[in-house]
């Protein structure tokens, strides 16, 4: 090679040295900018990212649950219906069933499978998808989710997903991943967590499921609502047996016994009827009261434990009691026909007809629609669900006919009550009946505390939330008359102080006389207070009113708890006044009390979700009457039951006072009763005021109510006595707001 050449290649040479330093230098510069873009963009997302030590503090929804005096739940709140467990609270069939579903390499990464998102990067490229598609996501990743609450498929939304599961990984161990995810899931129509779905589905406990239970709730959160059992049986039967085969791939179990598991029916719960079917407007009362105290967030969200003074034996028997009440009493007013005809459209079809009650399991005693669907002779076929029954004259006989034919017809709807049911033929017993228009309340309380006992509000809160044991202020009546005379006691008069029962007339505020007559229109002369009361006389009650001075009365009914208006007339010594059921069953207390009335209360104690106390309370009792005032009128009251207009009540062979009440064209029935432990108060009449009909007066139509009622409360208990006043006692100056006062006669010739 010559010089010249040998000088080219060295220049060559070089010139290859130079680019390739260079081209070393550039990839450097590359290299740095890359990581630093790289670094940035990570430093970008970090600083966005939700902080990961929030899921320490993190509440998701939870069930505010109202608990009764026996700590029973008789109601509950909430957004979500979701009941949180720990790890040792979920079975291990349940914890490998999830993983086997859902994420079988779960203790095994790190947050990511690095080779199911491979794969699914090679199969979502191949159908044009996105990355870390379907097959990719782990048990971390979808916990990821949803503590951000955000699902959209974008590459900044898993860039983010994949760096939170990175930090969740470092800073939580496995099982409290896992019981995080088990408790956050949608597992159904407002069911969240594996506990709520055990309860919702199978009635059950986490820790009492089954094998075949566990694979059906650990395949539900792919897709609560394609899964659903109690919809779609057979994809849910077909994704439990999945997560089976699935749990033997990975030898969680083995292949024999997976195979003899799915082989199992689906066996659900039945669906639970409202659990605030049980007390629905006292429930609601409680929660009217949360809601003034505390933010609805709270109340629905958060959890809160609230405790009442319920007592569920006893508010099933009110409700019962006043539910067959006013269904009797309806009865009487006659049959109005059937609610509705499902044969309207011609093109119906009997065999498909569905009404939405027969979604609840039926059982002997509910009351339901039925569907007429052939009427013979003297029969009628009926259907109710798939349950079919024949009627004759015998089951509408209330009705006055005397044929089924001639009340009802094919496709007409009605209400039925279930008698009997036979699973074996499909048949029933069924019994005509109609849902009353007249309405009612019943409340007792406890009388020593003014504990709650039962509280019903009206025949059917779906129908009316309208609360009128707490909210209906109706007329009184003759309810009132014990507290004019407790006003009277203490101005002199005694159970057998002499009255006039004689016609007289008192000058009225439009200058028109004003005459007070006698339920039954006869006066009887020279009666006692005894008698005047226990015959709920008027014209006597009216003429001790004006005697005493009808502003003592007044003042009088305020000691007792009426917070109305009190129109200082004579009228009001008759029940000229209106106050709600709750008010005068506190009021009727003092009596057996001797003289104490203990506020009404139905909030024991609520707290929140850590069980911090929020409040707690105790009865208050005050003085209202001397006990031996008390002691008197309790006497009147008890002879009211022995002898009077309340002789009824006798049957029960217990110690029992109370009043009834009825007032004008008789819109109001009323009767307040006691034992010497309770004191129960039960109205009846319509919204709308209107006549309950002739002679439909507090004796006939409320007080079987209160008889009914307090029969199945006092069944199997010891008999009670009323407590005997000391002679000593005396009115406090409190109640009295003077010195103990002296006692002045009034004699019957200063009666009008």
């Known amino acids: 090679m010559t010089a010249s050449g040998k000088k080219a290649d060295g220049t060559l ?20 900018i890359t990581a630093g873009l790289g670094l940035g963009i990570f430093l970008g997302y970090e600083y966005n990212l939700p902080p990961i030590q929030s899921l320490e503090d993190y509440r998701p929804d939870v069930i505010t649950s109202i608990y009764s005096a026996d700590d029973s739940v008789i109601g509950e709140f909430a957004v979500e219906r979701r009941i949180i467990v720990s790890f040792e609270e979920i079975p291990p069939y349940l914890q490998l069933a999830i993983i086997a579903v859902e994420d079988a390499q779960f203790y095994n990464h790190s947050g990511l499978n690095y080779y199911s998102i491979l794969r699914a990067v090679v199969k979502d490229t191949i159908r044009r998808s996105f990355p870390i598609g379907k097959g990719a996501s782990t048990i971390t990743l979808q916990l990821a989710r949803m503590l951000t609450g955000r699902y959209e498929k974008t590459w900044d939304r898993k860039i983010k997903d994949i760096l939170i599961a990175w930090k969740i990984e470092k800073r939580y161990s496995k099982h409290q991943i896992l019981t995080l995810y088990a408790n956050l899931h949608n597992m159904g129509p407002g069911i969240y967590g594996v506990a709520a779905a055990a309860d919702y589905y199978f009635g059950k406990q986490p820790k009492e499921l089954t094998l075949e239970e566990c694979a059906l709730i650990a395949g539900l959160p792919r897709s609560p609502g394609r899964y ?45 009827r409202n659990e605030r079917d049980l007390a629905p407007h006292f429930v609601e009362w409680v929660r009217e009261t949360l809601a003034g105290r505390y933010s609805t967030d709270e109340i629905w969200r958060r959890g809160m434990r609230v405790y009442t003074t319920l007592d569920i034996r006893m508010q099933t028997a009110a409700r019962r009691a006043l539910a067959e009440g ?21 093109s119906a079809d009997a065999g498909a007809y569905e009404h939405p009650g027969w979604r609840t399991p039926l059982r002997p005693g509910d009351i339901v629609v039925g569907l007429v669907e052939e009427v013979g002779g003297a029969t009628a076929a009926v259907r109710i669900g798939s349950y079919r029954a024949e009627i004759g004259a015998r089951e509408i006989a209330w009705t006055g006919a005397k044929a089924p034919g001639a009340i009802l017809g094919a496709g007409d709807l009605a209400w039925f009550r279930i ?36 509280l019903v509000g009206g025949y059917d809160f779906a129908s009316s939330e309208f609360n009128r044991a707490t909210q209906a202020m109706r007329q009184v009546g003759s309810t009132f008359k014990p507290i004019v005379y407790s006003a009277a006691f203490e101005q002199g008069l005694g159970p057998e102080s002499p009255l006039l029962d004689t016609p007289v007339s008192f000058d009225s505020s439009d200058g028109r006389p004003w005459s007070p007559r006698n339920y ?39 000691r007792f708890g009426l917070a109305g208006p009190l129109d200082p007339y004579l009228p009001l010594a008759l029940g000229a006044c209106e106050a709600t059921p709750l008010e005068m069953a506190s009021a009727f207390t003092v009596f057996p009390n001797l003289g104490n009335q203990a506020q009404p209360w139905f909030l024991r104690r609520v707290e929140d979700y850590d069980r911090v106390k929020r409040e707690e309370h105790e009865p208050q009792v005050h003085r209202v009457l001397q006990p031996h005032h008390a002691a008197a009128m309790l006497g009147v009251l008890e002879n009211v039951v022995q002898n009077g207009t309340a002789r009824a009540a006798r049957g029960l062979g217990r110690p029992i006072g109370g009043k009834t009440g009825t007032t004008n064209d008789f819109t109001d029935a009323w009767f307040v009763g006691f034992t010497p432990s309770l004191t129960a108060a039960v109205w009846v009449g319509y919204d709308k ?15 079987p109510i209160w008889i009914d009622c307090m029969r199945e409360i006092l069944e199997g208990t010891p008999v009670e006595r009323f407590p005997e006043p000391e002679v000593t006692d005396q009115m406090s100056d409190e109640v009295s707001g003077s010195a103990p006062y002296e006692r002045k006669r009034i004699f019957i010739e200063d009666l009008p």
Do not use: C, Y
């Open 419 to 454: 008698v009997s049911l036979d699973e074996g033929t499909l048949s029933a017993a069924l019994r005509l009946e109609q849902q009353p228009e007249v309405e009612g309340a019943l409340v007792i309380l406890e009388n020593a505390t003014g504990k709650v006992r039962a």
């Open 520 to 558: 039954d229109g006869v006066f009887k002369g020279e009666i006692t207070v005894r008698q005047a009361l226990t015959e709920s006389r008027n014209v006597p009650t009216v003429k001790v009113a004006s005697m005493i001075g009808i502003k003592n009365v007044v003042v009088m009914a305020r």
């Open 689 to 703: 005021t209107r006549n309950l009909g002739n002679r439909q007066s507090g004796s006939a139509v409320a007080l």
């Open 228 to 272: 659903n059992p109690r919809r779609h049986p057979r994809e849910a039967m077909a994704r439990r047996n999945l997560v089976l085969d699935r749990m033997a791939d990975e030898r969680m179990i083995s292949l024999q016994l997976a195979e003899e598991t799915k082989k199992k029916p689906i066996v659900l719960a039945p669906p639970r």
């Open 13 to 32: 040479s070089a010139r290859r040295d130079r680019l390739g330093l260079w081209g070393f230098f550039l990839f450097l510069a590359l290299l740095f």
């Open 326 to 346: 006013l269904r009797e009493f309806d009865k009487r007013t006659g049959w109005r026909g059937p609610i509705g005809n499902a044969f309207a459209d011609a």
